[in-house]
């Protein structure tokens, strides 16, 4: 039997027609190396007066409509982190590895630290949403930029009253929220690519799973759709996951158990010699 390696997958995927696209689904581990603390981890707990929340509990609309301004000062507490967070190795390999495939890559993100836009990645789907972004919590369609001059916050630093008012909404008066997918919801195309992300899966001849575990619906289903046409799935974690379950019995998967800095420079080393 043929021994599957990256090399093998990625010289038999460059040579098809079609279904050949080369992409990357990334979660926060991608984003470990510039610092960047894990959403849902003991890190992820946040302390606002006396009280601890838990992601699971403060990261849901539920909670939102009940405490938009805790809601929106922690918001503005992580984008000061993602500012001061700097893109990694793992940004600019595959940012290398895009200029390298043109229109076969893409990238597929849980992440909403806009670490990969400001690396150069172009070819990319943000599947949980953005730190850059808001709309309105009462439906209103627009999706508009969170206005620059709310600043960042420090974590003990609450909202001005002047900040506030840029936070409603221009057409209802209703509170905006951040454009991201919380915990109580679901994902759609308008948001979250949900359409357009299987799309791709559909096309894809490999799809890299890097640092994220699979605990989410979507990313499961693009691996899924990836291996019900027939293709790869290589699975770069550092411990077994949802995904390893998902591919324990297929035969077009390959498992490495590893940092995603030591895995992306062979990628793009064996891309460079096929093309």
């Given at each position: 039997?043929?021994?599957?390696?990256?090399?093998?997958?990625?010289?038999?995927?460059?040579?098809?027609?079609?279904?050949?696209?080369?992409?990357?689904?990334?979660?926060?581990?991608?984003?470990?190396?510039?610092g960047i603390p894990?959403?849902?981890?003991?890190?992820?707990?946040?302390?606002?007066?006396?009280?601890?929340?838990?992601?699971?509990?403060?990261?849901?609309?539920?909670?939102?409509?009940?405490?938009?301004?805790?809601?929106?000062?922690?918001?503005?507490?992580?984008?000061?982190?993602?500012?001061?967070?700097?893109?990694?190795?793992?940004?600019?390999?595959?940012?290398?590895?895009?200029?390298?495939?043109?229109?076969?890559?893409?990238?597929?993100?849980?992440?909403?630290?806009?670490?990969?836009?400001?690396?150069?990645?172009?070819?990319?789907?943000?599947?949980?949403?953005?730190?850059?972004?808001?709309?309105?919590?009462?439906?209103?369609?627009?999706?508009?930029?969170?206005?620059?001059?709310?600043?960042?916050?420090?974590?003990?630093?609450?909202?001005?009253?002047?900040?506030?008012?840029?936070?409603?909404?221009?057409?209802?008066?209703?509170?905006?929220?951040?454009?991201?997918?919380?915990?109580?919801?679901?994902?759609?195309?308008?948001?979250?690519?949900?359409?357009?992300?299987?799309?791709?899966?559909?096309?894809?001849?490999?799809?890299?799973i890097l640092g994220?575990?699979?605990?989410?619906?979507?990313?499961?289903?693009?691996?899924?759709?990836?291996?019900?046409?027939?293709?790869?799935?290589?699975?770069?974690?550092?411990?077994?996951?949802?995904?390893?379950?998902?591919?324990?019995?297929?035969?077009?998967?390959?498992?490495?158990?590893?940092?995603?800095?030591?895995?992306?420079?062979?990628?793009?080393?064996?891309?460079?010699?096929?093309?």
């Open positions: 039997m043929k021994e599957i390696t990256i090399k093998s997958i990625l010289k038999e995927v460059l040579q098809k027609e079609y279904r050949n696209k080369i992409t990357f689904l990334t979660g926060a581990g991608i984003s470990a190396a510039s894990t959403y849902r981890g003991s890190d992820g707990i946040w302390v606002k007066g006396t009280k601890f929340h838990k992601p699971e509990e403060f990261g849901t609309f539920e909670y939102f409509l009940k405490n938009p301004e805790d809601v929106w000062q922690f918001t503005m507490f992580r984008k000061k982190m993602f500012l001061e967070a700097k893109p990694n190795v793992n940004h600019e390999l595959l940012v290398s590895i895009e200029k390298q495939l043109g229109d076969q890559f893409h990238l597929i993100t849980q992440n909403i630290d806009n670490l990969h836009r400001r690396a150069g990645s172009e070819r990319i789907f943000e599947i949980h949403g953005n730190n850059r972004e808001m709309k309105c919590s009462n439906g209103c369609k627009e999706i508009i930029p969170i206005p620059d001059s709310i600043s960042p916050k420090e974590i003990d630093e609450d909202l001005l009253k002047e900040e506030i008012e840029q936070l409603k909404c221009k057409t209802c008066g209703s509170w905006m929220r951040p454009n991201l997918l919380w915990f109580d919801e679901y994902y759609d195309e308008k948001t979250h690519k949900k359409h357009s992300a299987l799309k791709v899966a559909k096309n894809t001849g490999v799809l890299f994220t575990s699979g605990a989410t619906n979507l990313p499961m289903e693009i691996a899924r759709t990836v291996l019900k046409y027939g293709n790869y799935v290589v699975d770069v974690n550092l411990e077994n996951n949802h995904f390893t379950e998902l591919l324990e019995n297929k035969k077009n998967k390959l498992i490495i158990r590893g940092k995603s800095e030591d895995i992306l420079p062979e990628i793009l080393e064996t891309i460079n010699e096929c093309k």
